[in-house]
């Protein structure tokens, strides 16, 4: 087991977010949670972009509660996902996604996780975790910050802060480790870079040139549809750069 990390909590009055720009949906769905007794955090892009007063395009919550814990507790709830099950809690056109914390890939590569490697990239990981392991198991520190409804506070495990204030996007982990785990980061390193107009860490951005060509063991679907994101979001001349 590896030695558990003390997170930085960052306290309301020092840091940016304000119920008022998230959406009423999305506390909706934080406030049931916690009243039931869960942890309820906003996670990923959502605090990411509200931290750096952009709006956000969509806000996803991390709680330690089941999908199927999650599903009792919203009518309009639909549970999606083989891979990973993830709860949808739909009001109208606005869907709020709600993940269970996922585990660390096993260390010793032990396969009753039912965690599989192959060719190195992840297959399979409904195994369940706590919030630091689902935070180091995310790509970019900088999305890998938790807004904690219980306490306003932001929930730190990888120095995104501090990334943020940097303009800096960096991997979480050893590089070619977490390229070779999924080739797909590579593309969105350049896309996070180009939106948010942040610098690539070095140690980040040096792999990418010679760990290219795994890019061809991604299936087409998946590609076309990362291939999408990086020109449809507003900043295609800044991407293809």
Same mark, same amino acid.
């Given at each position: 087991?590896?030695?558990?990390i003390?997170?930085?909590?960052?306290?309301?009055?020092?840091?940016?977010?304000?119920?008022?720009?998230?959406?009423d949906?999305?506390?909706?769905?934080?406030?049931?949670?916690?009243?039931?007794g869960?942890g309820?955090?906003?996670?990923?892009?959502?605090?990411?972009d509200?931290?750096l007063?952009?709006?956000? /395009?969509?806000?996803?919550?991390?709680?330690?509660?089941?999908?199927?814990?999650? /599903?009792?507790?919203?009518?309009?709830?639909?549970?999606?996902g083989?891979?990973?099950?993830?709860?949808?809690?739909?009001?109208?056109?606005?869907?709020?996604?709600?993940?269970?914390?996922?585990?660390?890939?096993?260390?010793?590569?032990?396969?009753?996780t039912?965690?599989?490697?192959?060719?190195?990239?992840?297959l399979?990981?409904?195994?369940?975790?706590d919030?630091?392991?689902?935070a180091?198991?995310r790509?970019?520190?900088?999305?890998?910050?938790?807004?904690n409804?219980?306490?306003?506070s932001?929930?730190?495990?990888?120095?995104?802060?501090?990334?943020?204030?940097?303009?800096?996007?960096?991997?979480?982990?050893?590089?070619?480790?977490?390229?070779?785990?999924?080739?797909?980061?590579m593309?969105?390193?350049?896309?996070?870079?180009? /939106?948010?107009?942040?610098?690539?860490?070095?140690?980040?951005?040096n792999?990418?040139? *010679?760990?290219?060509?795994?890019?061809a063991?991604?299936?087409?679907? *998946?590609l076309?549809?990362?291939v999408? /994101?990086?020109?449809?979001?507003?900043?295609?001349?800044?991407?293809?750069?």
């Amino acid at each position: 087991q590896t030695q558990s990390i003390e997170p930085t909590i960052v306290p309301r009055d020092r840091h940016v977010i304000s119920r008022s720009r998230i959406s009423d949906q999305a506390l909706k769905v934080l406030y049931r949670l916690k009243t039931a007794g869960y942890g309820a955090y906003l996670v990923g892009g959502g605090v990411r972009d509200l931290s750096l007063n952009r709006d956000p /395009k969509d806000f996803d919550v991390a709680t330690d509660a089941t999908p199927e814990q999650v /599903k009792a507790l919203f009518r309009n709830c639909r549970l999606i996902g083989r891979r990973f099950r993830l709860a949808h809690v739909h009001f109208g056109p606005e869907i709020i996604e709600v993940a269970t914390f996922r585990a660390l890939a096993s260390p010793d590569g032990d396969q009753n996780t039912d965690r599989v490697m192959e060719d190195g990239m992840i297959l399979r990981d409904n195994v369940y975790g706590d919030i630091e392991e689902d935070a180091l198991r995310r790509d970019f520190t900088v999305n890998a910050l938790y807004y904690n409804i219980a306490d306003f506070s932001i929930v730190d495990y990888a120095g995104g802060m501090d990334d943020l204030e940097a303009r800096q996007l960096r991997l979480i982990g050893e590089p070619e480790v977490r390229y070779r785990e999924d080739p797909v980061r590579m593309l969105r390193a350049v896309r996070f870079a180009a /939106k948010l107009d942040f610098v690539i860490d070095p140690a980040t951005a040096n792999p990418i040139p *010679r760990m290219a060509d795994l890019l061809a063991d991604i299936p087409p679907a *998946r590609l076309f549809d990362e291939v999408l /994101k990086l020109f449809m979001g507003g900043q295609g001349a800044e991407t293809i750069d």
